[in-house]
């Protein structure tokens, strides 16, 4: 007997729904003239339109009903409350590519708009310097840190970078520079796409305090000097990070990091942080991957603070306080580190039994926990711990060259006895 074909998909036109009260167009710089009939039209048809001021300019020609511009603080609450009415909201280029689209998705369902989008602002950059945008990094700094370019800074990489202001190019190239990238050729373009289009090109060491218009893109190509720090995609140098001695070492880091099994858009708590390390390279496996370091130390955690400012993940939530206390009304883990000798994490009895218990309670089921202990008390807790809910045991056990007199020897850290542990 043949298995029966499923039924053809049912093909419906999207502006043909009554349902979709809200249309979203995207708009450059060249403003009408750049827009297709159906963008026009949904235009000049609206009962109201939001926009930026310089968005409602230029559109100002087909606006027929109430032109609002965006509240501030920004808010997309003034658009759902005209549910229902006809409503059009005016986005730069492409709204889905770090703009409002994104925002109102998460409140508008789909079935609700039509989007006309237009060429984002990485689209024509790309089209003007003849880069293929599969090649490219591309990310966005409006009102975002510009440390978040830090890991992207590698010998032959192109970078396209929204930026917030025309200074914002000078601070870049300052950071570049300062991090041995000075020969990087930069490109910022102006108003693409419209009538007042500008591109300057500088080295980043060269660029100074020059000023640009506001509405600019940055682009990079990425050159490294003799003295460029070059983050690795895994395994940071332990040199690289501020640290008091504190520290998870590089090659057990990277022995937890591979039990902690990041997935994209986790959450870890790195308990007992130290200087931040392990939460660190966490989240520079990912930029959706998102991560809380609780240090009761109030110079570590300015520390940590510091390193994921120079190492390129500032959004690092750094949280002060003595664990389990400080754990309290955290949003939940997918994941939690506990370093060092267990009293890192903060309880004060040496052991770290009573956190142990609070941290393998909060977590979710499915989340996974990985314990590292250097002293006998701690690993004799882990054992323990280990033998009454299961999960794995590995020693880690780490050895480097010295030297001897005149020769050479191996010098042995201290051992790491490393629980891992999936909760069911």
Same mark, same amino acid.
């Given at each position: 007997?043949?298995?029966?074909?499923?039924? *053809? $998909?049912?093909?419906? @036109?999207?502006? =043909?729904?009554?349902?979709?009260?809200?249309?979203?167009?995207?708009?450059?710089?060249?403003?009408? @003239?750049?827009?297709?009939?159906?963008?026009?039209?949904?235009?000049?048809?609206?009962?109201?339109?939001?926009?930026?001021?310089?968005?409602?300019?230029?559109?100002?020609?087909?606006?027929? %009903?109430?032109?609002?511009?965006?509240?501030?603080?920004?808010?997309?609450? *003034?658009? #759902?409350?005209?549910?229902?009415?006809?409503?059009?909201?005016?986005?730069?280029?492409?709204?889905?590519?770090?703009?409002?689209?994104?925002?109102?998705?998460?409140?508008?369902? *789909?079935?609700?708009?039509?989007?006309?989008?237009?060429?984002?602002?990485?689209?024509?950059?790309?089209?003007?310097?003849?880069?293929?945008?599969?090649?490219?990094?591309?990310? =966005?700094?409006?009102?975002?840190?510009?440390?978040?370019?830090?890991?992207?800074?590698?010998?032959?990489?192109?970078?396209?970078?929204?930026? =917030?202001?025309?200074?914002?190019?000078?601070?870049?190239?300052?950071?570049?520079?300062?991090?041995?990238?000075?020969? =990087?050729?930069?490109?910022?373009?102006?108003?693409?796409?419209?009538?007042?289009?500008?591109?300057?090109?500088?080295?980043?060491?060269?660029?100074?305090?020059?000023?640009?218009?506001?509405?600019?893109?940055?682009?990079?190509?990425?050159?490294?000097?003799?003295?460029?720090?070059?983050?690795?995609?895994?395994?940071?140098? @332990?040199?690289?990070?501020?640290?008091?001695?504190?520290?998870?070492?590089?090659?057990?880091?990277?022995?937890?990091?591979?039990?902690?099994?990041?997935?994209?858009?986790?959450?870890?708590?790195?308990?007992?942080?130290?200087?931040?390390?392990?939460?660190?390279?966490?989240?520079?496996?990912?930029?959706?991957?998102?991560?809380?370091?609780?240090?009761?130390?109030?110079?570590?955690?300015?520390?940590?603070?510091?390193?994921?400012?120079?190492?390129?993940?500032?959004?690092?939530?750094?949280?002060?306080?003595?664990?389990?206390?400080?754990?309290?009304?955290?949003?939940?883990?997918?994941?939690?580190?506990?370093?060092? %000798? %267990?009293?890192?994490?903060?309880?004060?009895?040496?052991?770290?039994?009573?956190?142990?218990? #609070? $941290? #393998?309670?909060?977590?979710?089921?499915?989340?996974?926990?990985?314990?590292?202990?250097?002293?006998?008390?701690?690993?004799?807790?882990?054992?323990?711990?280990?033998?009454?809910?299961?999960?794995?045991?590995?020693?880690?056990?780490?050895?480097?060259?010295?030297?001897? %007199?005149?020769?050479?020897?191996?010098?042995?850290?201290?051992?790491?006895?490393?629980?891992?542990?999936?909760?069911?």
């Amino acid at each position: 007997m043949q298995p029966s074909s499923p039924p *053809p $998909l049912a093909a419906t @036109d999207p502006r =043909s729904l009554t349902t979709r009260w809200l249309t979203i167009v995207g708009i450059g710089e060249d403003g009408p @003239d750049g827009l297709g009939r159906a963008a026009r039209e949904a235009i000049a048809a609206a009962a109201v339109v939001f926009g930026g001021a310089r968005h409602l300019a230029l559109a100002g020609p087909l606006i027929t %009903g109430e032109a609002r511009a965006w509240p501030t603080p920004f808010d997309t609450a *003034p658009v #759902t409350a005209l549910r229902g009415r006809r409503v059009c909201v005016l986005a730069s280029g492409d709204p889905f590519r770090h703009g409002v689209g994104a925002t109102l998705a998460r409140r508008v369902d *789909p079935a609700e708009m039509t989007v006309l989008p237009a060429p984002s602002a990485f689209s024509l950059a790309a089209a003007r310097l003849g880069w293929p945008l599969a090649e490219v990094e591309a990310i =966005s700094l409006h009102g975002r840190p510009e440390a978040l370019i830090r890991p992207l800074l590698h010998p032959g990489t192109r970078i396209l970078a929204l930026t =917030s202001d025309g200074d914002a190019p000078a601070r870049v190239a300052r950071r570049l520079t300062a991090t041995g990238f000075g020969p =990087s050729r930069l490109h910022v373009l102006e108003a693409l796409g419209g009538p007042d289009e500008r591109h300057h090109t500088a080295r980043a060491a060269d660029l100074g305090d020059a000023r640009f218009a506001a509405l600019n893109l940055l682009a990079v190509e990425v050159e490294a000097g003799e003295d460029a720090q070059i983050l690795p995609l895994g395994g940071l140098d @332990d040199g690289l990070f501020e640290h008091d001695g504190q520290i998870t070492k590089r090659e057990v880091r990277a022995v937890t990091l591979a039990a902690l099994a990041p997935r994209r858009g986790e959450l870890l708590w790195d308990v007992g942080a130290g200087a931040g390390s392990v939460a660190i390279e966490w989240m520079l496996r990912h930029p959706s991957l998102r991560a809380i370091a609780i240090e009761a130390d109030p110079e570590r955690a300015a520390r940590i603070r510091r390193n994921a400012e120079v190492l390129g993940t500032p959004g690092l939530d750094v949280r002060e306080g003595r664990a389990p206390a400080a754990l309290a009304g955290l949003p939940p883990p997918d994941a939690i580190f506990l370093g060092g %000798g %267990g009293a890192g994490g903060g309880t004060g009895d040496g052991t770290g039994a009573g956190l142990l218990d #609070t $941290l #393998t309670a909060v977590l979710p089921g499915g989340g996974r926990l990985v314990a590292n202990a250097v002293t006998l008390e701690m690993q004799a807790l882990l054992t323990a711990t280990a033998g009454r809910l299961g999960g794995a045991l590995v020693t880690v056990s780490i050895a480097r060259a010295g030297p001897v %007199g005149g020769m050479s020897a191996w010098r042995p850290a201290m051992p790491v006895v490393q629980w891992s542990w999936v909760k069911p």
